[in-house]
């Protein structure tokens, strides 16, 4: 995501109110606050291998549970 500086100088007559509105305006006018919701839940997907490793692992777990299941040694539910 590129950062995008937003400044915002207080003129001399000018309140602090009207300087946060100001900001606030330009804020929303940038779509920064859309964007960052948008990718609030996006992570990043797993690589192909660290997906292949997890379902051997898988694999792997629920071929000796079934192993433990037939010699008793596992109860089942």
């Known amino acids: ?7 915002v100088r207080k003129n001399p007559n000018e309140n602090n109110a009207s300087v946060l509105r100001r900001f606030s305006r330009r804020i929303q006018e940038s ?6 919701k948008g990718a609030r ?11 292949k490793k997890s379902a051997l692992k898988r694999m ?3 071929k000796e549970i079934e192993k433990l299941k037939k010699l008793g040694k596992m109860l089942t539910k």
């Open 60 to 62: 792997a777990r629920r």
């Open 41 to 51: 839940y996006n992570g990043r997907s797993e690589s192909k291998l660290k997906v």
């Open 31 to 36: 779509g920064i606050i859309r964007k960052v």
């Open 1 to 7: 995501m590129a950062k995008t500086v937003i400044e």
